[in-house]
């Protein structure tokens, strides 16, 4: 059985600039040309490189304002696909197949354009990250029990909003995630 647990509460925002940065950018590779548009970096962690078979890893998913404009970010960043905007996690095989058959999906109610402006400003579903701000969250994914080197090759996606209310926060000077995101490939090895 696939599991896959979020820790919502597990979420912070730290400075970029803190001692927490080195931590943050281990393991990372190199940047994906795809953070000019919105100015931000996404990555994932895992807790360990060695794991046993069928064991949980735990991953951060963590999102870094490069930019020198504060952006909106959906609160959740959990594996549960929506249209307030997600963060998608694949586990490849060496073949490059997908290993974890688990996910869900989360469907909402669009929101109107009169209460766009509120929607976006409540600190309860949204970040305001500002320039050199870090967010993050945790979840959990079962591996595979096969033995053997895996990739974790996430993804963060954007709200879905009409024209009308990309204009509408453009309007009043509030930028959000505008395109995915792809973060580079972690590697751990179940053993």
Same mark, same amino acid.
């Given at each position: ?13 730290? #400075?970029?600039?803190? =001692?927490? #940065? ?17 100015? *931000?970096?996404? &990555? ?7 794991? =046993? ?12 304002? @490069?930019? $020198? #404009?504060? *952006?909106? @970010? ?5 594996? !549960? ?14 073949? %490059?197949? +997908?290993?974890?058959?688990?996910? !869900?999906?989360?469907?909402? /109610?669009?929101?109107? %354009? ?6 976006? %400003? ?10 050199? $701000?870090?967010?993050?969250? *945790?979840?959990?994914? $079962? ?10 090759? =996430? ?8 024209? &009308?209310?990309?204009?509408? /926060?453009?309007?009043?000077?509030? #930028?959000?995630?505008? *395109?995915?995101? +792809? =973060? ?8």
């Amino acid at each position: 059985m696939k599991m896959m647990r979020l820790a919502l509460g597990m979420a912070a925002i730290l #400075t970029a600039d803190s =001692a927490t #940065t080195a931590e943050i950018h281990r393991n990372v590779r190199d940047i994906p040309e795809s953070t000019a548009a919105d100015q *931000i970096e996404f &990555q994932v962690l895992s807790d360990k490189l060695h794991y =046993a078979p069928g064991t949980l890893v735990s991953v951060k998913f963590i999102v870094t304002n @490069i930019g $020198e #404009t504060p *952006i909106y @970010i959906y609160r959740y960043l959990g594996a !549960c696909s929506s249209p307030n905007g997600f963060a998608s996690l694949e586990i490849l095989d060496s073949r %490059n197949h +997908e290993a974890n058959i688990s996910g !869900c999906s989360g469907d909402t /109610l669009a929101t109107p %354009n009169n209460e766009l402006i509120k929607w976006v %400003n409540n600190p309860s579903l949204w970040i305001l990250l500002k320039p050199r $701000e870090v967010y993050g969250g *945790i979840a959990e994914f $079962e591996l595979p029990a096969k033995k053997g080197p895996y990739r974790l090759k =996430a993804a963060l996606y954007p709200t879905s909003l009409n024209d &009308q209310q990309k204009e509408i /926060l453009s309007e009043n000077k509030m #930028t959000v995630l505008r *395109i995915p995101h +792809e =973060a580079p490939i972690a590697t751990v090895t179940v053993r």
